[in-house]
């Protein structure tokens, strides 16, 4: 299911956030910083898949 988020969230960050978190505030952090600039987005996604 991993390998699932990770490839959502190179596409789609919020939605692999989402997978793994929910609606917290990560998932709203990561809609922001894709707003922002899509790489950021990614890196956090990624982040937060990778860390939990």
């Known amino acids: 299911m991993d ?17 793994q978190v929910g609606l917290g505030l990560h998932f709203w952090l990561n809609i922001l910083l894709t707003l922002c600039g899509y790489l950021p987005g990614i890196i956090h996604a990624v982040w937060i898949i990778a860390r939990r």
Do not use: A, E
Not at 3 to 19: A, D, E, Q
């Open 3 to 19: 390998i699932v988020r990770l490839i959502l969230s190179i596409l789609l960050p919020p939605v692999g956030v989402f997978l």
